[in-house]
Each structure stands twice: as structure tokens, then as C-alpha cells.
């Protein structure tokens, strides 16, 4: 009997619209990735925010191309993505959907969760951040009031005009730690690190993607100045890109969608700790089943940015939970997630 992949395009409602720059979304399209075998069923998923360029066509263009039937052992999921990999260029989403789906039936298989086949702590799965977004004073303090004490770290969109008063406005309902995304946002270095500053005494823990994705030489000297860490997350795509960042960033933002998966995820995870440099793991409006995939590498992050599955109004999947903001893993086989709809 050989593996059956089938695939369901699905389209994420969003509970609140998702608002940057010129344009306004209520709804995420998905590929939901079944992988068949032994009376056994592994789901994955691939997210497709407009912006990244990947549709549900592509994706279903590119899972019509994907041939189990030359693997005799789909457990070798490292020789099962390198091929996966080798199908065309790019299409990292579609590749995901794969990786995710092939990782759950594995661990089905085995039956173990992945945390404890790589055997990490899931008691060290740490909190989520939960984002605010870029909005009026007014918004940003009722949604602040809203979830403070919920989370025990913020993320905060900055990168406009009004990025001290984001700061300031939620500092008057709360002092929880917060994670600044600039978006690629700043243009001017000087202003860039007087920012790292100003946010550093306000208690703000790092700055994501401060410049431009293209601009590495602003990256690199306000890395080498700023008293806070900088991510990469534009900027960073796939494994390849750990080692020429060294120095340019202090850090990188891991998401699945965009580096093929759970297997280059953990690849890149230890390839930045051997350059010590920091690793956060963030997702896309993703369903419960993709970002749980992401949270079992949670215990080894120093930042997670996983709080897909509380936006999103139709989610198919029941995965991870969160016990005051921290991720729980689920301790079933594979990924542990249930199909609820
Ligand atoms: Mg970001």
C-alpha cells in the first residue's frame, strides 16, 4: 500500500480584519495537506497571504507533481523533503503543506509527539506573544486593556509615524514586555538605534526586521550598536540565509511557510545556536494544525510569535492551547492535533 495525498483548498475567517498600509483582509486562504497510509492520517497545511505570492492553485499545481511511489520507507522524512525540495523553486508554502502532513504520520507511526522524538522539554514550551496592531490611541489602549494580564509578552507593529505613542499608550495600561516589529519600516539608521534606546527603557525586549529587507549594511551596524537584540523576518527565508546573516542580525524569525517546514525549521534552529545567535518561531494566520507543527519547537526558542489559532474564527483544527499566554503541547502521536471540522 502506498502513501494517498489529497488536498482541500479553505479559506480562514478572520475574527478581527487584518489591517497594513493600503489594504484591509477578513479571511486567509489555506490548503489543508492530507498524507494517507497504513489506516493512519497525517494533516498539514499551507498559509497563502497574499503578499508571499504563493495561491491555492500554485499549491495544488505543485502537490499534483509530488510522487510517494518511489519511496519505499516514508519515514525517511529527510530523503522524502530533499526530493520534495528538488520538485521546482520557491513554492516553500506548498513544500510546508508536505513537510507538516509527512511529520504528523511519521510521528503517528512511531507514536510519539515530535518535542519528544527530537527530545525537548515541552515544560519549556514558552509564552506567546499576542500582536496589537497599528491603530488610533483609543483602539490600541481598549485592546491593550483587553488582554492585559492574558499574556505575558505583547508584540507591537511599529515602522509608522505614531511608534512612540503605540509604545506609550499601552504603557499606560500595562508593564508586560513587548516585542517591536518595525515591519521594514525605519529608513534612517541614527533614528533606528535612538529608537533602540528609547524603547529599551520602556521595556521593549527586541526589534524585528527594523529595515527594508534588502538593506543588510544598516542591519549590521545598528546590530553592532543597539542595546536590544534585531531580527531578521522578511529578510529571512531559508537555511542557507543563517550563516550570511551572522552579525547582520542578532537573530532570526523561524516560520514554516516560508522555509518548507518542520525539517529545515530545525535545521536552521541549530545551525543559528552552532553561529550563537538567537532563534524566535513565528507562523502566518494559520490554522491550529500548522502553527502546533511550529510550537514543538517552542522549547527552544527565545521568542515564540504562535498566536494563530486565537485569530481566526473557523479554525478546523484543535492543537495547541495556551494556560496564561504560555503554549501547551498537546501529548498525542505526531503533530497531536484533532480535525474538528
Ligand atoms: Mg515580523
Known sequence: MKPQLTWQPYNLQ??????????SRTTTPVVLTQLEYGGLTGYGEASLPQYLGETQE???????????????DITQIDDVMAYIDS?????????????????DLVGKLIGQPWYKIW?????????????????????V??????????FNI?????????????????????????LADANQGWKDKNHALEMSYWLKERGVVMIEQPFVKTDIENSAWLTERSPLPIYADEA??????????????????????????????????DTA?????????????????????????????????LDGPLLSANDPFKGITYEKGVIVLPDKPGLGVEKIK
Do not use: W
Not at 500554485?58 to 519505499?72: E, G, M, P
Not at 489602549?141 to 492574558?150: H, L, P, S
Not at 511599529?158 to 508586560?176: A, H, S, W
Open 141 to 150: 489602549r481598549q485592546k491593550t486593556q483587553e488582554v492585559a494580564g492574558q
Open 58 to 72: 500554485s499549491v495544488i499545481r505543485f502537490l499534483q507533481k509530488v510522487d510517494f511511489n518511489r519511496f519505499s
Open 14 to 23: 478572520l475574527k478581527y480584519p487584518f489591517t497594513i498600509f493600503n489594504y
Open 273 to 305: 545556536r552552532t553561529l550563537n545567535m538567537n532563534v524566535m518561531i513565528g507562523c502566518m494566520v494559520e490554522s491550529g494544525c500548522a502553527v502546533t507543527a511550529a510550537a514543538h519547537l517552542s522549547p527552544m526558542m527565545d521568542f515564540a510569535d
Open 154 to 178: 505583547l508584540k507591537v507593529k511599529l515602522g509608522r509615524d505614531n511608534d512612540k505613542e503605540m509604545i506609550e499608550t499601552i504603557r499606560q495600561v500595562t508593564n508586560t514586555p513587548i
Open 87 to 103: 520538485l521546482d523553486a520557491g513554492n516553500t508554502a506548498a513544500k510546508a503543506s508536505v513537510d507538516i502532513a509527512l511529520h
Open 119 to 139: 527530545g525537548y522539554n515541552p515544560a519549556k514550551a514558552i509564552s506567546t506573544t499576542y500582536t496589537i496592531g497599528i491603530d488610533t490611541a483609543d483602539v
Open 236 to 269: 529571512f527565508q531559508r537555511l542557507n540565509d543563517v550563516p550570511r546573516f551572522k552579525g547582520a542580525f542578532s537573530g532570526v524569525n523561524i516560520k514554516l511557510q516560508k522555509c518548507t517546514g518542520m525539517r529545515e525549521a530545525r535545521k536552521i534552529l
